[in-house]
C-alpha cells in the first residue's frame, strides 16, 4: 500500500503536537501541582475537592477559635480585677462588723466599699472595640448604669446555706430560696417573709431558732400552705411561721385563677420601692398608675411565748441606697468550634451579667417576678450598694449577719462566672491545638493527591523536550526530501 505525502504530513503533525501536549502538561505541573482539571486525574480530583472544602472550614474555625480565646481572655482579665474586689469587699464587711468600731469608722468603710462597688460597675462596661463583654447580646449598649441619687429600696434577708436548705419550700414541695424580705412589726419587732409560702417568721427564729429544730433531728421548715379548690393559697399551717400574708404563697394553678399580691406589686424589679409609706391605702387604687399602693403586706396575729395573741401591722423594710440596672440580656454569643451538629450551649464565650451578677428576690420567677433584666445581672451589685447603704447608717449587728452572708454570696457569684468562663477557655484552647493537628493531616491529605513528584517531573520534561526536538529535527530533514523524490 502506497503513503502519500499528505498521509505523512498529517501522522507526522499528529505525533508532534501530541507530544508537545505531553511536553506542556508537565510543563503546568512545574507550578508543584498535578491536578489542574477534572481529566487529569479524576479520582484524585474528587479526593482534592474535598479535602478542599474540609481545609476551608478548619479554617474558619480556627478563627472563630482564636476570636472566642481573645473575647474569653478580655473578660477574664476584668473577672480576676472583680474577684479581687469582692474578696476586698468581704474583709471591708468583716472589719465593718467588728464590735470596737465606733459609728465613723464604720462609715468610712463604708466610703470606700462604695468607691468599690462603683469599679466593678466599670470592669462590668468592659469593652473589647465597641462590644461590650458582659451585654450578652446587646453587646453595642452599656450594661450597668448606676443611679446618681439613692433610692428607697426593698431590704432583702438573705440567707446563708444552712437557712437557704432549712427555709426552702414552695408549693409543690420543692425549691431553692436564697432570700427573704424583711418587714417592720408595730410591736417594734423584725420579721421575715418568705415569698414563696407567704409564710411570716420572727428574726429570732431565722437567724437562731432553725438551728435548735435541726439539732432536735428535723430537716426542713413545719410550714405547709393551704390551697383552695381554686389552687390559690389562703393559708398555712404548722409550728415555726408566726403568721401568713395573704396572696403571697406560691400558686398551685399556673397563671392562677385568682392573681395574688406579689413582690412586684411593691417593687420595681431592681427593688426601688413603688409604695410611698406616707400615704394612705386606697382600695379604688389603680396598680397600673404605680402612684400609691399598700405601705405594706397587712396585719398578722402573733403568739408569743406566752400564749398570747397581739394583731401586728406589718410593713416592708426600705434602704436609701444607690441603684444599679443591667440593660443588656441574658443571650449567649456563639463561636462554632467544630464540625457536626452545633451547640450553642457548648459553643458559647461571653458571660452575660446574670452569669456575672446574678438575680435576686426582686427579680425571680420563683418570688412572683418576671426576670426582666434591670435587676437579674444586678444583684450582686445592689446587695454591695445595700451593704455600703448599712455601713453609712452605722448598722454593725445587721453587718454581722446579713452584711457577711451577702458579701460571702455575692464573692462566690463572680468566682462562678470565672471558673465557667475560665473552663470553657480551656476547651477552646484543647479544640485550637486539635484544629492544628486537623489542619496539618488535611494539608498531608491535600499534598498526596495533588503533589507532582518534582524528581520524576524533571526526567520526564528533560525526556519529552529531547523527544520533541528530535521530532522537530527529524521532521526537517526528512520530509522535505521525501516529497521532493515523490515529485
Known sequence: ????????????????????????KLMEQSDGSKLHRPSDD???????????????ENDQYQSNV???????????????????????????????????????????????????????????????????????QRDLEQPFTISTAK??????????????????????????????LQLTGSDGNTYYLSTLTGAVYTREFVDEGYKDVIANDRKTVDTEVIYDTNGNAVGIEGEDAVGFISGWAM????????????????????????????????????????????????????????????????????????????????????????????????????????????SDIFDNTRSGNQVNGSSSGAAALNDMLMVAAKMDAGDARWLSSDGITATDKAHYQVIEAETTAAARQNVYDSVSTMLDKQNETITEDISNCSDADVAKLAID??????????????????LPQSLADYL
Request: net charge negative; glycine share 8%.
Open 251 to 358: 400558686p398551685k394553678t399556673t397563671p392562677p385563677s385568682d392573681p395574688s399580691v406579689r413582690v412586684s406589686t411593691y417593687f420595681e424589679s431592681n427593688g426601688v420601692c413603688r409604695f410611698n409609706p406616707d400615704k394612705k391605702y386606697d382600695p379604688a387604687y389603680d396598680y397600673a398608675t404605680n402612684e400609691e399602693i399598700p405601705p405594706g403586706p397587712g396585719t398578722i396575729d402573733v403568739t408569743d411565748a406566752d400564749g398570747n395573741t397581739n394583731t401586728v401591722k406589718l410593713n416592708f423594710a426600705a434602704i436609701e441606697q444607690y441603684v444599679v440596672e443591667y440593660n443588656g440580656d441574658d443571650k449567649k454569643i456563639s463561636m462554632v468550634k467544630r464540625n457536626g451538629t452545633t451547640d450553642p450551649t457548648a459553643d458559647t464565650v461571653n458571660v452575660t451579667g446574670q452569669m456575672l451578677f446574678g
Open 151 to 180: 433610692k428607697s429600696r426593698g431590704l432583702a434577708k438573705t440567707l446563708d446555706d444552712p437557712q437557704s436548705s432549712f427555709f426552702s419550700k414552695v408549693a409543690d414541695g420543692s425549691g431553692n430560696m436564697t432570700q427573704m
Open 1 to 24: 500500500m502506497r503513503v502519500s505525502s499528505t498521509q505523512m504530513i498529517g501522522r507526522y503533525q499528529k505525533q508532534l503536537n501530541d507530544s508537545y501536549e505531553d511536553q506542556a
Open 66 to 136: 482564636k476570636t472566642g480565646i481573645s473575647w474569653m481572655k478580655t473578660a477574664d482579665a476584668a473577672m480576676v480585677n472583680m474577684k479581687d474586689i469582692m474578696t476586698t469587699l468581704n474583709e471591708k464587711t468583716i472589719q465593718a462588723a467588728t464590735d470596737t468600731n465606733g459609728t465613723s469608722d464604720i462609715q468610712a468603710i463604708g466610703k470606700e466599699v462604695l468607691a468599690k462597688v462603683q469599679e466593678l460597675v466599670s470592669l462590668g462596661n468592659t469593652q473589647q472595640g465597641d462590644r461590650y463583654m458582659f451585654a450578652g
Open 42 to 56: 479524576s479520582v484524585n480530583y474528587s479526593k482534592f475537592l474535598r479535602y478542599q472544602n474540609s481545609d476551608t
Open 461 to 478: 520534561l528533560m525526556t519529552m523536550q529531547t523527544i520533541y526536538n528530535m521530532s522537530l529535527s527529524v521532521g526537517s530533514r526528512i
